[in-house]
């Protein structure tokens, strides 16, 4: 067995599997000296380290001895230091790691040939049973098959450097310094009794600025002790070959090849920030292992590794992605309060949460939440936030979810069933589906609709149920025109397909259909029809304010009409409302100003956007600001943040609240407030988004569709009883869940 890359990932993996089969013969190929070494300290989880004592307790035992630990976390931003305890890190330096790996593998007889370059990776799959990659990010190995791993390599926006103190750090340590040239941090730890690991890192364009760019190692040491003297006490930093990086993200289709597999950094990365890059690599050593003891056929044990690893892997790669885009958009971040800042540091990756850090620290957290404003016993998703004249009760808001149907676009009992039971379920405002202002704006024929006054009736009857039944339930309604996305089945029949009969014309921003060879090619809006359209939605607008809707919100997401316009995919225009952003938001503002004209003066209007389309040449992360800020000036109370199902070639990066990004950085540079959706399915990540200041407002869709009652279950769990969730009288009995056995 061959295994390319002496760091710890190799050297792990080399011991782990002499040790399960002695009569194997293991070498190791490592092209620097053994006591070479990028970086300083390790750090290592409780998690990982008892998987360590289970495959190997002579490792574990000796690692046990040399870690150093601690609990605390300080952040340090404009003069103040927060400190948050309870967190239970274990550090040790990387030479010593290696060194422990060393002396195990000379004790099994692994074969260790330093300052030696391996093989190429054809002559050692001709020549070995197995070959394992662990040659890091830059991986030969990989390179030489990438037809088949197929890697995605991502460079990012920041430049890093890992630096050393000679002094232990009492804590995790992250500093914020705001310099002429833009912001820096500092990441630092200790990992011996007498040092630290440092980690300096900033925006390419900050470095830049800064001249980090012209200086050579030394200089940059000096560079950074000076920008950070207060945290280093005038103490120097040192260095050992260290280069200013820029961090790449490693993502691999497949992990083996034959008989090669990747392991570590040469199958994947994950950002230093969240300090997984070693726990994974040995990680992935001791998962492989098991594999070939279980697994006797080599296609079969490598198939069961890739199987293990690859979800706990990519769920950590999600987690680093938003920790490094965090650091990366931190600029945005540093306004915040100090508590409330050290709080969104702390919660940045969604690993860690307003749940677990009140297990952790209560004494931080309680300071968060009463500097938010919570009453004693409420968590943040009870408070109430206020919107124009309308106070909503809670922070949970039904999110809009087409139901197709209605008959003629008269909402009938399904919806006063649908609408009425999320009301009674204690979300402080409950949405419609999209209504539709025109039966030409439609997406299918069961859409609901607002244009005429049979609707405005029906509709009638659900708010009054609503404001009867559910006091202090607010409802709202979201008007909306499909655009070219419009005349298609019912979505359980055929999503975005045409209508097998009975297609109505579609109009749009640009002649541009949905899909190519599938959807009607859409006519462009001309100024007749603009007009026309802008009506529509007035006349919506007027119904709906007849009917008791509390709240309106205007569909500009999503690829429907006027997200058309939004676009530069899908707006090609070459008049005054094509071109520019300026151009391409002109007239979804002028409707938005037409229905605002109409809708009642005291009751809120909102608009829900797509913030990105998850396609090259969409709309930018600027742009996205930008049409938040202009709706905003045009009197937009809040912004529904949303993203994509623009363009049918979309490649979203889904994952937990993946689309909140999107809201925090509207809200933090336009000051408007923002409803948050997507993926957010937990009440401890409602409370995390709410008091780290990404959201002001938490949209939810499929929970609940699960369960109508899970703003109510949500308080039950976590011990509320206030007024922001009242079980409607009928229900009190329920309030709590009922016994799942017997009692003795």
Same mark, same amino acid.
């Given at each position: 067995?061959?295994?390319?890359?002496?760091?710890?990932?190799?050297?792990?993996?080399?011991?782990?599997?002499?040790?399960?089969?002695?009569?194997?013969?293991?070498?190791?190929?490592?092209?620097?000296?053994?006591?070479?070494?990028?970086?300083?300290?390790?750090?290592?989880?409780?998690?990982?380290?008892?998987?360590?004592?289970?495959?190997?307790?002579?490792?574990?035992?000796?690692?046990?001895?040399?870690?150093?630990?601690?609990?605390?976390?300080?952040?340090?931003?404009?003069?103040?230091?927060?400190?948050?305890?309870?967190?239970?890190?274990?550090?040790?330096?990387?030479?010593?790691?290696?060194?422990?790996?060393?002396?195990?593998?000379?004790?099994?007889?692994?074969?260790?040939?330093?300052?030696?370059?391996?093989?190429?990776?054809?002559?050692?799959?001709?020549?070995?049973?197995?070959?394992?990659?662990?040659?890091?990010?830059?991986?030969?190995?990989?390179?030489?098959?990438?037809?088949?791993?197929?890697?995605?390599?991502?460079?990012?926006?920041?430049?890093?450097?890992?630096?050393?103190?000679?002094?232990?750090?009492?804590?995790?340590?992250?500093?914020?310094?705001?310099?002429?040239?833009?912001?820096?941090?500092?990441?630092?730890?200790?990992?011996?009794?007498?040092?630290?690991?440092?980690?300096?890192?900033?925006?390419?364009?900050?470095?830049?600025?800064?001249?980090?760019?012209?200086?050579?190692?030394?200089?940059?040491?000096?560079?950074?002790?000076?920008?950070?003297?207060?945290?280093?006490?005038?103490?120097?930093?040192?260095?050992?070959?260290?280069?200013?990086?820029?961090?790449?993200?490693?993502?691999?289709?497949?992990?083996?090849?034959?008989?090669?597999?990747?392991?570590?950094?040469?199958?994947?990365?994950?950002?230093?920030?969240?300090?997984?890059?070693?726990?994974?690599?040995?990680?992935?050593?001791?998962?492989?292992?098991?594999?070939?003891?279980?697994?006797?056929?080599?296609?079969?044990?490598?198939?069961?590794?890739?199987?293990?690893?690859?979800?706990?892997?990519?769920?950590?790669?999600?987690?680093?992605?938003?920790?490094?885009?965090?650091?990366?958009?931190?600029?945005?971040?540093?306004?915040?309060?100090?508590?409330?800042?050290?709080?969104?540091?702390?919660?940045?990756?969604?690993?860690?949460?307003?749940?677990?850090?009140?297990?952790?620290?209560?004494?931080?957290?309680?300071?968060?939440?009463?500097?938010?404003?919570?009453?004693?016993?409420?968590?943040?998703?009870?408070?109430?936030?206020?919107?124009?004249?309308?106070?909503?009760?809670?922070?949970?808001?039904?999110?809009?979810?087409?139901?197709?149907?209605?008959?003629?676009?008269?909402?009938?009992?399904?919806?006063?069933?649908?609408?009425?039971?999320?009301?009674?379920?204690?979300?402080?405002?409950?949405?419609?589906?999209?209504?539709?202002?025109?039966?030409?704006?439609?997406?299918?024929?069961?859409?609901?609709?607002?244009?005429?006054?049979?609707?405005?009736?029906?509709?009638?009857?659900?708010?009054?149920?609503?404001?009867?039944?559910?006091?202090?339930?607010?409802?709202?309604?979201?008007?909306?025109?499909?655009?070219?996305?419009?005349?298609?089945?019912?979505?359980?029949?055929?999503?975005?397909?045409?209508?097998?009969?009975?297609?109505?014309?579609?109009?749009?921003?640009?002649?541009?259909?949905?899909?190519?060879?599938?959807?009607?090619?859409?006519? @462009?809006? /001309?100024? =007749?029809?603009?007009?026309?359209?802008? +009506? %529509?939605?007035?006349?919506? !607008? #007027?119904?709906? *304010?007849?009917?008791?809707?509390?709240?309106?919100?205007?569909?500009?997401?999503?690829?429907?009409?006027?997200?058309?316009?939004?676009?530069?995919?899908?707006?090609?225009?070459?008049?005054?409302?094509?071109?520019?952003?300026?151009?391409?938001?002109?007239?979804?503002?002028?409707?938005?100003?037409?229905?605002?004209?109409?809708?009642?003066?005291?009751?809120?209007?909102?608009?829900?956007?797509? @913030?990105? /389309?998850? =396609?090259?040449?969409?709309?930018?992360? +600027? %742009?996205?600001?930008?049409? !938040? #800020?202009?709706? *905003?000036?045009?009197?937009?109370?809040?912004?529904?943040?949303?993203?994509?199902?623009?363009?049918?070639?979309?490649?979203?990066?889904?994952?937990?609240?993946?689309?909140?990004?999107?809201?925090?950085?509207?809200?933090?540079?336009?000051?408007?407030?923002?409803?948050?959706?997507?993926?957010?399915?937990?009440?401890?990540?409602?409370?995390?988004?709410?008091?780290?200041?990404?959201?002001?407002?938490?949209?939810?869709?499929?929970?609940?569709?699960?369960?109508?009652?899970?703003?109510?279950?949500? !308080?039950?769990?976590?011990?509320?009883?206030?007024?922001?969730?009242?079980?409607?009288?009928?229900?009190?009995?329920?309030?709590?869940?009922?016994?799942?056995?017997?009692?003795?």
């Amino acid at each position: 067995m061959a295994v390319v890359g002496g760091g710890p990932g190799g050297l792990y993996a080399a011991a782990l599997l002499k040790r399960s089969d002695p009569a194997r013969e293991v070498t190791v190929w490592e092209r620097n000296a053994p006591s070479d070494t990028f970086g300083f300290g390790v750090v290592l989880s409780d998690e990982t380290l008892g998987g360590i004592g289970d495959a190997d307790p002579v490792v574990h035992e000796a690692l046990t001895r040399a870690l150093v630990r601690w609990d605390d976390i300080d952040v340090v931003h404009r003069g103040h230091r927060t400190t948050s305890t309870g967190h239970g890190f274990a550090a040790l330096g990387r030479r010593g790691l290696l060194e422990i790996l060393q002396n195990r593998c000379a004790d099994l007889d692994v074969r260790l040939r330093f300052r030696t370059e391996a093989p190429p990776a054809a002559d050692l799959a001709a020549t070995h049973d197995l070959v394992v990659a662990a040659d890091g990010v830059h991986s030969r190995t990989r390179e030489a098959h990438a037809d088949h791993f197929r890697p995605r390599i991502t460079t990012h926006r920041c430049r890093y450097l890992w630096l050393a103190a000679d002094f232990p750090f009492e804590a995790f340590r992250f500093e914020i310094a705001e310099t002429r040239h833009g912001v820096m941090q500092l990441h630092a730890y200790p990992y011996e009794a007498d040092a630290s690991t440092v980690i300096v890192e900033m925006r390419e364009e900050v470095w830049r600025a800064a001249g980090f760019d012209m200086m050579d190692e030394a200089e940059s040491a000096a560079r950074c002790a000076r920008i950070f003297a207060e945290a280093l006490g005038g103490r120097p930093l040192r260095s050992h070959r260290s280069a200013w990086t820029a961090f790449r993200t490693v993502v691999n289709t497949h992990w083996s090849y034959g008989n090669t597999v990747l392991i570590g950094d040469a199958a994947h990365t994950a950002h230093f920030s969240i300090g997984s890059g070693t726990k994974l690599a040995v990680e992935d050593a001791v998962c492989l292992a098991r594999a070939l003891g279980a697994h006797p056929a080599l296609p079969e044990a490598l198939a069961a590794y890739e199987t293990e690893r690859r979800p706990v892997v990519e769920s950590t790669q999600r987690a680093a992605t938003a920790s490094l885009r965090w650091f990366e958009d931190l600029a945005e971040h540093v306004d915040r309060p100090p508590r409330r800042f050290a709080f969104d540091l702390l919660t940045r990756s969604r690993r860690v949460t307003h749940a677990n850090l009140r297990l952790r620290d209560p004494a931080f957290t309680a300071t968060v939440e009463r500097d938010f404003g919570c009453p004693p016993g409420t968590p943040p998703m009870f408070t109430p936030f206020r919107l124009r004249g309308l106070t909503l009760r809670n922070r949970i808001v039904v999110s809009p979810m087409d139901m197709y149907v209605a008959e003629d676009g008269v909402p009938g009992d399904f919806h006063l069933v649908h609408l009425g039971s999320r009301a009674l379920g204690g979300a402080g405002l409950v949405m419609t589906e999209m209504v539709c202002v025109s039966p030409g704006g439609r997406i299918t024929p069961g859409c609901t609709g607002l244009w005429n006054d049979g609707q405005a009736d029906a509709w009638a009857r659900i708010t009054a149920f609503v404001h009867e039944r559910a006091p202090g339930t607010a409802l709202g309604v979201q008007l909306g025109h499909a655009g070219r996305k419009g005349s298609t089945r019912r979505m359980w029949e055929g999503i975005d397909q045409p209508l097998p009969t009975g297609n109505w014309p579609l109009v749009a921003a640009s002649p541009l259909p949905y899909r190519t060879g599938v959807n009607q090619v859409p006519r @462009a809006l /001309d100024r =007749a029809g603009l007009t026309s359209v802008r +009506e %529509e939605f007035t006349a919506a !607008a #007027r119904r709906a *304010a007849r009917s008791g809707f509390d709240l309106l919100e205007l569909h500009c997401a999503h690829g429907y009409l006027l997200s058309g316009f939004l676009s530069p995919l899908t707006n090609h225009r070459t008049d005054g409302y094509g071109g520019d952003l300026d151009g391409r938001l002109r007239f979804p503002l002028e409707v938005f100003d037409a229905v605002r004209e109409v809708w009642p003066g005291d009751r809120p209007a909102t608009v829900r956007i797509s @913030a990105t /389309d998850w =396609a090259e040449g969409g709309t930018t992360e +600027e %742009e996205a600001v930008g049409i !938040a #800020r202009a709706f *905003a000036a045009h009197g937009a109370d809040a912004v529904d943040v949303s993203t994509g199902q623009v363009v049918p070639h979309e490649a979203p990066a889904y994952g937990r609240s993946y689309q909140t990004p999107y809201a925090d950085r509207i809200r933090d540079r336009t000051g408007v407030p923002v409803i948050a959706v997507g993926a957010i399915s937990s009440w401890d990540d409602v409370n995390s988004l709410l008091l780290a200041g990404r959201a002001d407002l938490c949209a939810l869709a499929r929970p609940h569709l699960y369960d109508p009652h899970w703003t109510l279950h949500a !308080a039950a769990e976590q011990g509320y009883e206030g007024p922001a969730a009242p079980w409607p009288a009928p229900y009190r009995a329920g309030d709590r869940p009922p016994p799942t056995g017997r009692g003795s």
